[in-house]
């Protein structure tokens, strides 16, 4: 039974820091809210959430900012 305790504990924090570092981004608010439900479910949230979640992409380096300032 303590085993069981633990792995749902430690599922649970990994669980808490992706929705942490998923209300962060950039992603819209209703892959937000699902995701953080799926993330819910214990030990199974977080393995689905690892495999299939994509972030939003990287712009390609010719449209990133480049912080210059033009007069």
Request: charged share 15%; with cysteine.
């Amino acid at each position: 039974m303590t085993l069981l305790v633990v792995i749902a504990a430690a599922s649970e924090a990994i669980a808490l820091w992706c929705a942490l570092n998923l209300w962060r981004s950039r992603a819209s608010m209703i892959r937000k809210i699902v995701w953080t439900l799926i993330l819910l479910v214990p030990v199974v949230g977080p393995v689905f959430y690892g495999g299939m979640f994509e972030p939003p992409s990287v712009q390609p380096e010719g449209l990133r900012s480049r912080n210059e300032w033009h007069d």
